[in-house]
């Protein structure tokens, strides 16, 4: 069989996978077209102000928090306020909430996992970004830049962010259904203070939430280039 042959093979596989999603746990088609454009309305400027202070690109913020919530509908995220399945580690002293996912016992037995709290969803967004910033795991991550978010997505699971064997399809996924990538381009977020975005995955106008205290001041410069 030709090089050209497998190379094509192994591409009709990746869009397979892909498409098929949904038969591997995750189908967001059941979630409302409104609760989907709430959810990224009331989020986008927390994803964009993060991105501005650590590097990490906007829509893979936004892609991670609707992947591991399903668009704010697990009890992690509204029980806990943990809306990156962030879990405790050795080093996290504050609140704890416990559920079972996948961690097991020495007779392999699933157990329940200990899983950051936090006071807002302010303080999750922003405990994502020193997460990923203080773990030697994510380092190389930040060397790809924010404009890069399939780079991101890949490496976040090569680096072991989830055990799912398709966390960066699943991403990418919804960093391009939704368009999301729009939100790295921002440099700034007086920008969209006033002037509604034009959403072109619902094909509808709406106003964006973009709560006063989330400005960046005229002289905020970024952390990581």
């Known amino acids: ?20 999603l949904p038969l591997f746990g995750w189908n967001h088609s059941a979630i409302s ?20 202070k650590s590097g990490i690109p906007a829509s893979v913020t936004l892609a991670q928090c609707i992947l591991e919530t399903n668009w704010g509908q697990s009890d992690l995220s509204y029980l806990a306020n943990n809306y990156f399945g962030i879990k405790c580690k050795d080093y996290w002293v504050g609140p704890t909430y416990y559920k079972v996912d996948d961690d097991k016992d020495m007779s392999g037995q699933l157990v329940k996992s200990c899983f950051r709290q936090y006071d807002s969803m302010e303080s ?3 405990d994502h970004s020193n997460f990923l910033l203080i ?14 978010y399939k780079g991101w997505c890949e490496g976040l699971k090569k680096c072991g962010y989830a055990t799912d064997p398709y966390y960066d399809a699943k991403l990418i996924q919804i960093i391009e259904t939704f ?13 969209y203070n006033i002037l509604p975005l034009q959403d072109t995955i619902f094909s509808k106008q709406f106003i964006l939430n973009v709560p006063a205290a989330y400005k960046l001041p005229a002289d905020y410069t970024r952390k990581i280039k």
């Open 1 to 20: 069989m030709s090089i050209v042959r497998l190379k094509l093979l192994d591409k009709m596989f990746f869009w397979i996978i892909i498409y098929s």
């Open 33 to 52: 077209d409104d609760t989907k454009r709430q959810f990224v309305a009331d989020k986008w400027v927390l994803a964009v102000q993060e991105m501005h």
């Open 124 to 126: 999750s967004f922003r």
């Open 135 to 148: 773990s030697p795991n994510y380092k190389s991550l930040f060397d790809l830049g924010s404009q890069n």
């Open 179 to 191: 368009n999301l990538s729009r939100f790295d381009a921002i440099s700034h977020l007086n920008e």
